[in-house]
């Protein structure tokens, strides 16, 4: 089976420095509890979804979705977010 999505180097990075579990990333690339297009690249999907484990704060995803495999940009808990999600 082929990989559904794959982490640039600087998503691999940032992800392992902020501490994100990778099954937290694939939980919100796959079931998200909301998306967005990008305003100035429309290739670039948001991903976003709460995190139980780390006290609901929403995981920010940004994938590259014309990509095959899908391709994870970058991943954050998105301050601005917290509580509106």
């Avoid at 929403?58 to 601005?80: E, G, K, M, Q, W």
């Amino acid at each position: 089976m082929a990989k559904l999505f794959v982490f640039t180097s600087h998503a691999q990075q940032v992800i392992r420095e902020r501490g994100i579990e990778l099954e937290w990333i694939e939980r919100v690339i796959r079931s998200p509890q909301r998306v967005e297009k990008d305003k100035s690249d429309a290739r670039l999907s948001h991903h976003l979804g709460k995190i139980a484990e780390r006290n609901s704060r929403v995981l920010h995803v940004v994938l590259d979705c014309d990509a095959s495999p899908i391709r994870v940009i970058t991943a954050y808990f998105d301050r601005n977010l917290r509580n509106k999600l």
